[in-house]
């Protein structure tokens, strides 16, 4: 069944990814490519849920499920946005920002985003694609030249040291992108090369130059574009915009990102005068069985995320608020536009969401599970891509776009059915019971009974 949503986002997709390297597009692509820009501003109120193909009574059971999860106590608020057509259908509000203080949730709540920020890097990444700064096929060290040396991990001794080779060749931008560069990440540490992550702080590193330099200490996990791993490449990739563009990551989003597309809550980390406004974010006691607030993350102490941090990570670093990453999504499935300001051609969006997976490629785990996924369901560029929904389980449309973050976010961009979806919780290590990115798709798409509006 397909999982996506409030597990972690290195635990939402160990996929049996079989389907071939740039699959043909599909004509949903095509059809949304043609479609003239509504005039209307992106993400208005929609008439009503039925002008634009919803049942208002079916989309209830949405609405309902997600307050029962809140009523529970399996998290403390939640926040869901649905859009069609570049129409707000719901924008939905649950449950509280603390328990501690009692503040309601509210739709300006800031969220710490973790993983989904590793899309806006791969779009950050295409608009150095698109300037001609780097190609798809550029060996990585031919832009991070620190990489040549590293070694790829042949075998593990009982005692659990490492036998290492040369690497057969270096992992190119695509497998970057793609995370079959056979890099590790450290978020886990059921793999010696996990275990060296930590052992050497890679994600606390200093800077993006530092962890570039810790990176190329430590050996690949297997030879490149042999298999699929959950890594640190994201990290990479923001460090590579660092240096292809000549500005901080923080910069390059602000001027070429968040400005553009009014993104005026996310960033790096929430200023004073926005401080108010960041959400705890909760853990479960198994002792009680209840949940509260984090103190730590992956073994580290929690960020506050009120003060500039040290590395700008494009792999997990951002904060913002719901509709901040909706007009995120908007864009996307604008292909590449919203609100009269282009951010990439129809064409890099496309890109972006075409498996990028080997057909000889074969994943039983991604590092942090045990998960399996089937041929239906690859991962494009900074993206897991859904080729054949109906064969994953899934009644989202074919080409949907998707991730999520380590505090439970999620969301969707469906072309096909020219729909988004975000979602946002605070809790790590999962939301305590099933998926909620799943139950979303389906309590979604069962009220979407006039597709063709």
């Known amino acids: 069944m397909l999982q996506v949503g409030t597990r972690f986002a290195a635990t939402l997709t160990a996929v049996a990814l079989v389907a071939g390297t740039m699959t043909a597009p599909s004509a949903s692509w095509a059809q949304a490519a043609r479609k003239p820009a509504a005039s209307a501003p ?15 009574a079916r989309l209830g059971k949405l609405d309902a499920y997600m307050q029962g999860v809140v009523a529970s106590g399996r998290v403390a608020g939640m926040t869901t946005l649905l859009a069609r057509h570049g129409k707000v259908v719901s924008f939905k509000t649950y449950g509280k920002t603390s328990l501690t203080t009692g503040a309601p949730m509210t739709e300006d709540t800031i969220f710490r985003i973790y993983s989904m920020t590793k899309p806006i890097t791969g779009v950050a990444m295409m608009i150095l694609f698109e300037e001609g700064k780097w190609r798809l096929d550029d060996p990585v060290t031919r832009h991070i030249p620190e990489f040549k040396t590293l070694k790829v991990v042949k075998s593990i001794n009982p ?41 050497k702080r890679v994600l606390g590193a200093d800077n993006p130059k ?31 915009v660092e240096k292809l563009s000549g500005q901080t990551l923080g910069e390059f ?5 968040f400005k553009p597309l009014k993104m005026t809550d996310t960033a790096f980390y929430a200023p004073a005068d926005k401080a108010a406004r960041l959400s705890p974010v909760y853990v479960l006691n198994r002792d ?12 580290n102490p929690l960020p506050s995320y009120l003060e ?19 007009r995120f999504a908007q864009m996307l499935a604008n292909k590449g536009e919203l609100d009269g300001v282009r951010i990439l051609s129809p064409a890099s969006v496309e890109m972006m969401g075409t498996n990028m997976i080997a057909k000889d490629v074969l994943v039983s ?24 929904p109906r064969a994953a389980g899934s009644l989202e449309g074919k080409g949907t776009m998707s991730w999520g973050g380590a505090a439970g976010t999620w969301f969707w961009v469906d072309p096909t059915n020219d729909v988004i979806f975000v979602g946002m919780i605070q809790r790590l290590g999962g939301s305590g019971g099933d998926d909620l990115g ?11 009974v006039n597709p063709e509006k």
């Open 42 to 56: 992106a993400l208005a109120k929609a008439a009503s849920p039925e002008s634009v193909g919803f049942d208002s």
């Open 159 to 199: 005692d659990g040291t490492m036998v290492l080779e040369d690497m057969a060749r270096p992992p190119t931008m695509r497998e970057v992108m793609a995370h079959t560069a056979g890099f590790g990440y450290g978020l886990q540490d059921d793999h010696p090369v996990d275990k060296l992550f930590r052992e």
């Open 253 to 257: 989003f602000d001027s070429r990102i």
């Open 210 to 240: 530092d962890l570039i330099d810790r990176t190329a200490t430590i050996p690949l996990v297997f030879q490149p574009g042999t298999s699929w791993r959950y890594s640190v490449s994201v990290d990479i990739q923001g460090y590579l």
């Open 438 to 448: 799943g139950a979303a798709r389906t309590l979604t798409y069962q009220a979407l």
């Open 365 to 388: 785990s991604n590092g942090t599970t045990g998960a399996r996924f089937n041929e239906a369901v690859g991962f494009g560029l900074d993206f897991m891509v859904v080729n054949d």
């Open 308 to 326: 500039k941090p040290a590395l700008e990570s494009g792999g997990g670093g951002l904060v913002g608020t719901t509709m901040d990453y909706a």
């Open 288 to 299: 009680t069985g209840k949940i509260e607030e984090a103190k730590e993350i992956f073994g």
